[in-house]
T-cell receptor
Framework: GAGVSQSPRYKVAKRGQDVALRCDPI?????LFWYQQALGQGPEFLTY????????KSGLPSDRFFAERPEGSVSTLKIQRTQQEDSAVYLC????????????FGEGSRLTVL | GDSVTQMEGPVTLSEEAFLTINCTYT??????LFWYVQYPGEGLQLLLK?????DKGSNKGFEATYRKETTSFHLEKGSVQVSDSAVYFC???????????FGTGTSLTVIP
């Protein structure tokens, strides 16, 4: 597709369930980022891939969060044993990977943990 | 570390009023600076950018100038429209382009 695609758009999980969020970046984009956006806040960095390599995962809040991009294209963010504080919008963005390049964002996946 | 601080909202203006949203940054090296906009129900999209000191980014009547001496990148528009109602985020990318830092966002509502 022409833009960054994320699925599902909305996910409701019971506390303790595992969830998987998918991101399909713009074709040819080397860099892929995951952000967490709480209500009324700006995006907070989670992790970054360059092709299939996860170069920075310093923003992942706990070891329950895991991200992968095995073929350097589609990425999945997995959250195990979800907690209420995980409720947020999870944003995926991709870019060509240069310092001056812009990020292209998907519409996000809104996760609500009950 | 690198960071961005922007004016807190919400901001409510009448149509055709002048808009300023302040943004200051802290960074090592030479970051690129961005303004992103999020319209209701949509994802973030780039509004404008500036990649070096004294550059002016502009788009859709919005402008921002990269001021290294004051570490600022304030967003301005001379005459806002109802369709400008959105949340605006200031952001910077570090020297490598591998890390982007966002402000907390400023919600703008323009009333007719």
């Amino acid at each position: 597709g022409a833009g960054v695609s994320q699925s599902p758009r909305y996910k409701v999980a019971k506390r303790g369930q595992d969830v998987a969020l998918r991101c399909d970046p713009i074709s040819g984009h080397v860099s892929l980022f995951w952000y967490q956006q709480a209500l009324g806040q700006g995006p907070e960095f989670l992790t970054y891939f360059q092709n299939e390599a996860q170069l920075d995962k310093s923003g992942l809040p706990s070891d329950r969060f895991f991200a992968e991009r095995p073929e350097g294209s589609v990425s999945t963010l997995k959250i195990q044993r979800t907690q209420q504080e995980d409720s947020a919008v999870y944003l995926c963005a991709s870019s060509l990977g240069s310092k001056t390049g812009e990020l292209f964002f998907g519409e996000g996946s809104r996760l609500t943990v009950l | 570390g690198d960071s961005v601080t922007q004016m807190e909202g919400p901001v409510t203006l009448s149509e055709e009023a002048f808009l300023t949203i302040n943004c200051t940054y802290t960074a090592t090296g030479y970051p690129s600076l961005f303004w992103y906009v999020q319209y209701p129900g949509e994802g973030l999209q780039l509004l404008l950018k500036a990649t070096k000191a004294d550059d002016k980014g502009s788009n859709k009547g919005f402008e921002a100038t990269y001021r290294k001496e004051t570490t600022s990148f304030h967003l301005e528009k001379g005459s806002v429209q109802v369709s400008d109602s959105a949340v605006y985020f200031c952001a910077l990318s570090d020297n490598t382009g591998n890390q982007f830092y966002f402000g907390t966002g400023t919600s703008l509502t323009v009333i007719p």
